[in-house]
């Protein structure tokens, strides 16, 4: 396993925009995820560790894509019928046998091998459909309409992929289209990315696990639930270590110990200056920590350090806010693409799309703000989808999370925001899958 420098996150400085973090911050990272070897049915959603060649052209034959006649295009007329001997039939997996002779036809269907030819011929190169055929009654004549392209109807060997081009990069999640290729390729196993390990915990004497009764002045721990899904939907192997309560030693042990089993480490609630905060004080006492003031709306300085166990091993520690929109937003922001880039993942950043906004805001210059929305037919005019504006703004408001399908991204330059703008759009389905 790769390991990271102290200064990783070190950081000092103003507000900083969440596009000029990531750069800082990804910029000094690197892959820190051990790599295995897996059987390709067992690899779905794992990332890839290598670059994989086709070893041989896909497909490796010539073969047709419809059922009909193969035939030499020179053989047909262009402007009547042809009447050709019909000597043979090809299926999949069963060619003819021999080489097809200018003058002759053969019954093919989907998916069978082209016949080969002659030196001197070099093969038959079209398929005629069979509905624009007309066989006789014993099949041993067929009829062929005129008007036919050249190559009509023949998939070329390496039509698909040629042999020696790369046709998965490292960093890739497999996915069902990406084990069917590996397949096609000949592959049984394939190299991955081991999942990363993240520890995740709460933190603070007034969260109580759902379940249990809920004692005055205490609400319920809905942080480690909502963040140790996102943890699980982009991969991480994680190891819940429950809520920990306001007590600095406890703090310190549960993240020493953590720190030699884990690759990174989450954390929700207790990094700010109060008396009760102790989880900042306790990083800073195993490793080092900075807080990035990222200019975004809903959240709060994000806290990225590095926990060292007492075997000398260093753990990424991410912690974010206590108030549960806020935290969500933090981890897509901020803590996503750290640890998709620590697990191997070649691409990090989730991919938006264009949406009319079909509500009016304002907000403060120099700030990034995420609105919650909910998409709701389309746009007359332009096509494209129509976000609406999904429960209240707060922080801490969790409700307005469930029944949105992503947020409205504003950039830091805009302060008010007109009904039927262009926006971006970005959605929950890409964060979490």
């Known amino acids: 396993m790769a390991q990271l420098t102290d200064d990783c996150f070190a950081f000092d400085g103003p507000l900083i925009t969440a596009a000029d973090a990531l750069a800082r911050i990804l910029g000094n990272l690197t892959t820190i995820a051990d790599v295995e070897m897996v059987p390709v049915s067992q690899a779905l959603n794992r990332l890839l560790a290598e670059d994989v060649t086709a070893p041989h052209a896909v497909p490796p034959y010539a073969n047709s894509a419809v059922d009909g006649y193969a035939v030499y295009h020179a053989d047909l007329n262009a402007d009547a019928d042809t009447i050709l001997p019909v000597v043979g039939r090809v299926a999949a997996g069963r060619p003819l046998g021999r080489p097809l002779k200018r ?30 055929c007309r066989a006789d009654d014993d099949g041993t004549r067929v009829v062929l309409r005129p008007g036919i392209k050249p ?31 590996l397949a096609a390729c000949g592959r049984t196993e394939v190299l991955v990315r081991r999942p990363l390990s993240v520890a995740l915990f709460s933190t603070g004497d007034e969260v109580t696990e759902p379940g249990t009764p809920l004692p005055p002045g205490a609400l319920y721990d809905s942080n480690r639930y909502a963040i140790g899904a996102a943890l699980q939907s982009i991969g991480c192997a994680v190891e819940d270590l429950g809520i920990l309560p306001d007590d600095p030693a ?10 030699a089993r884990h690759a990174a480490i989450l ?30 709306k809903p959240g709060r300085p994000v806290g990225m350090g590095l926990i060292k166990s007492e075997t000398g091993h260093k753990a990424v520690l991410i912690g974010l806010p206590g108030n549960p929109v806020a935290a969500m937003t933090t981890f897509i922001a901020m803590a996503r693409p750290v640890l998709l880039t620590l697990a191997g993942a070649a691409v990090t950043e989730v991919a938006r799309f264009r949406v009319i906004a079909d509500f009016g805001y304002k907000k403060k210059s120099g700030r990034r703000e995420f609105v919650r929305a909910r998409l709701d037919g389309r746009d007359e005019a332009t096509s494209l989808p129509r976000a609406v504006k999904h429960g209240r703004s707060g922080a801490g408001v969790l409700s307005s999370m469930v029944g949105a399908d992503g947020f409205v991204e504003l950039p830091e330059d805009d302060t008010h925001l007109e009904p039927g703008t262009t926006v971006d759009f970005l959605p929950f389905a890409e964060v979490f899958r």
């Open 267 to 296: 954390s929700s609630g207790g990094m700010s200056m109060g008396e009760e905060d102790h989880v900042r004080a306790a990083v800073e006492a195993l490793g080092s920590l900075n807080f990035w003031r990222v200019a975004i």
């Open 151 to 181: 190559g009509a109807n023949r998939r070329l060997a390496g039509d698909d992929v040629a042999a020696g081009s790369t046709v998965l990069h490292a960093g890739s999640r497999l996915g069902p289209s990406e084990l069917g290729m």
């Open 103 to 132: 003058g002759e036809a053969v019954q093919i269907f989907t998916g069978a091998p082209m016949p080969d030819g002659t030196a001197e011929t070099g093969g038959p190169d079209t398929v005629m459909m069979l509905e624009d």
């Open 250 to 259: 406890r703090i310190r042990a549960t993240l020493r110990n953590a720190a």
